[in-house]
């Protein structure tokens, strides 16, 4: 399995931007898929983009659709979040999710066996 570390979390006024980066250690990272997933309190986890292993297909959550962007860098073993038009209904922790040879849907966190300790994203009104 692979490691992952998020980072570029923080406070920012609604309508501003953040990247977030999901670095991972270990070899073979360009056969996971990953996923971003995001957890306000009191909510339950909620998918919100994934980008496969092969081909690169990325997918995103209809309410960040337009707004967020996931890529990944396999040369840098690094996969990116770009959040732009940000919300305060974004505010959440955000974790990303690797697991190798994915090819399901990305809905499910319970699917994904590599896991990052999150990252605080806060969006002011």
């Known amino acids: 399995q692979v490691q992952l570390v998020e980072s570029g979390g923080g406070l920012v006024q609604a309508g501003g931007s953040l990247r977030l980066s999901c670095a991972a250690s270990?070899?073979?990272?360009?056969?996971?898929?990953v996923g971003w997933f995001r957890q306000a309190p009191g909510k339950e986890r909620e998918f919100v983009a994934g980008?496969?292993?092969?081909?690169?297909?990325?997918y995103h959550a209809d309410s960040v659709k337009g707004r967020f962007t996931i890529s990944r860098d396999n040369a840098k073993n690094t996969v990116y979040l770009q959040m732009n038009s940000l919300k305060p209904e974004d505010t959440a922790v955000y974790y990303c999710?690797?697991?190798?040879?994915?090819?399901?849907?990305?809905?499910?966190?319970?699917?994904?066996?590599?896991w990052g300790q999150g990252t605080q994203v806060t969006v002011s009104s």
């Open positions: 999710a690797a697991e190798a040879y994915y090819s399901g849907s990305f809905y499910f966190a319970t699917d994904f066996g590599s």
């Open positions: 270990g070899l073979g990272f360009s056969r996971y898929s």
């Open positions: 980008i496969r292993w092969s081909g690169g297909s990325a």
